[in-house]
Each structure stands twice: as structure tokens, then as C-alpha cells.
């Protein structure tokens, strides 16, 4: 009886936690979607289908113009497997409420999104996405210099039918999108070195902003 109390307490505490942060989640944002989107264009617009460029160009400006944030300037790229997906990533920015990578392949994919407890923004920076939602006769096409955004709990399949690189920003609650980002290597990877880089880099930054204070 003692237990169930506790069980109650607890879920009651968690979930009072829960409803408090979620309505003030905004608070704790460093990135703004449309600025991304922007800054995206112009390294484009300057650089082209030099992504290489393109990417050094968009985090060299968040490291110097967004405070507050915690930026991995290290291009640590590891795979990531998730939904059916293959592709790779470099982690820019990671904290409980945010993330920034830039995600791709040069030899295109296809998979699942995953639902997910964060709005997902996608700016194109090489190549195109594709995504098809149920009930839909039509893709929708996400060219070079464009932004597909994917609400929080939304899901669609997606394609890239080649090369595609794009800038992921994520925004809302961050550790539970983790465990989609994990499932793969358990069912059908097996790739462990990849699963504790991930862990490694991940956990890294988001200690490193919690202690600067970012959620
Ligand atoms: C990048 O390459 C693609 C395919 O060749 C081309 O259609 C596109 O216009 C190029 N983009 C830029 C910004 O040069």
C-alpha cells in the first residue's frame, strides 16, 4: 500500500512537472526557426553546392551571434539509424529542449520520421526530400533553400532519392526522441561504437549547457 502511494506521488510530481514546463517551454530557446531559414538561404547564396562551405559558414555565425548556446565546433559525424533510415550526422548543438545537426547522405534514403515530442524543422541545404503523408495522391517535394517543417506529432515517410544534406533543428522535449534514435541499433544494426559515440556527444552537450544554465 506503502508502494502504491509512493507510485501516486511520484506520477502526480511527474506529471505536475511535466504540465508546468510544457506550457513554458518557449522560454528556453536559443534558435529561432525562421533565422535558420534565413541564415540557411544566405549560405547558399553564398557558397552553393559547396555544402562543405555552407555548413561551415551557418555554424561559424550561430557561434558568434546566438548567446547563451553551447556549439560543438568539432564536425564529430557519426551514423544514424532510425525508422528504417541511414544516414549521418554532426551534432551542433544539443540540450534538453533543442537540438541543431546537420544530417544527410550522398547516396540517399528512405524511412519513417518517427512521431516525435518536438517540432521539426528540415532546411535543405544540398539536394531534395520528399514526403508522402496517408491519403495523399501527391508527394510533397522539399527542394534546396527550403524548409520542411514536421509538428510535433506528426509523421509522414520520407525519401531522399539522392545526395541531400539539410540543417535539423528540433525544438521541445529533446530525451524522448532519443529512444527512436536508438531503436535501430537494437533491432537490426548491432552497431554499438555508433550508439556510444551518439551517447558520448549527446550527453556531452547537454551537461555542458545545463551547466551554463540551458535547459
Ligand atoms: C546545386 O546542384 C543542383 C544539381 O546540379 C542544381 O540544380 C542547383 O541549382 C545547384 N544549386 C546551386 C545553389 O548552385
Not at 61 to 87: H, I, Q, T, Y
Request: hydrophobic share 40%.
Amino acid at each position: 500500500m506503502r508502494g502504491l502511494t509512493f507510485l501516486v506521488t511520484l506520477v502526480a510530481l511527474l506529471t505536475g512537472f511535466y504540465r508546468y514546463f510544457d506550457s513554458r517551454l518557449d522560454q528556453f530557446y536559443v534558435f529561432d526557426p525562421s533565422n535558420l531559414h534565413e541564415l540557411s538561404q544566405r549560405a547558399i547564396a553564398a557558397h552553393g553546392n559547396d555544402t562543405r562551405a555552407v555548413v561551415d559558414f551557418i555554424v561559424t555565425e550561430l557561434d558568434e551571434k546566438v548567446p547563451g548556446s553551447n556549439l560543438n565546433r568539432d564536425e564529430e559525424w557519426v551514423f544514424n539509424n532510425a525508422g528504417g533510415a541511414m544516414g549521418a550526422m554532426y551534432i551542433i548543438h544539443a540540450s534538453i529542449t533543442e537540438y541543431l545537426i546537420i544530417f544527410g547522405t550522398s547516396i540517399g534514403t528512405e524511412g519513417h520520421t518517427g512521431r516525435h515530442t518536438a517540432d521539426d524543422y528540415f532546411n535543405i541545404l544540398q539536394g531534395t526530400q520528399l514526403a508522402f503523408v496517408p491519403g495523399s495522391y501527391e508527394a510533397e517535394v522539399y527542394p534546396q533553400g527550403s524548409v520542411h517543417h514536421l509538428q510535433r506529432g506528426q509523421v509522414k515517410q520520407y525519401k531522399m532519392d539522392e545526395s541531400c544534406f539539410a540543417l535539423e533543428y528540433a525544438r521541445g522535449w529533446i530525451p524522448p526522441m532519443l529512444f527512436f534514435g536508438y531503436a535501430d541499433t537494437f533491432s537490426s544494426t548491432l552497431d554499438f561504437p555508433t550508439l556510444w559515440a551518439t551517447t558520448r556527444i549527446t550527453a556531452r552537450e547537454m551537461i555542458a549547457n545545463l551547466l551554463k544554465g540551458k535547459m
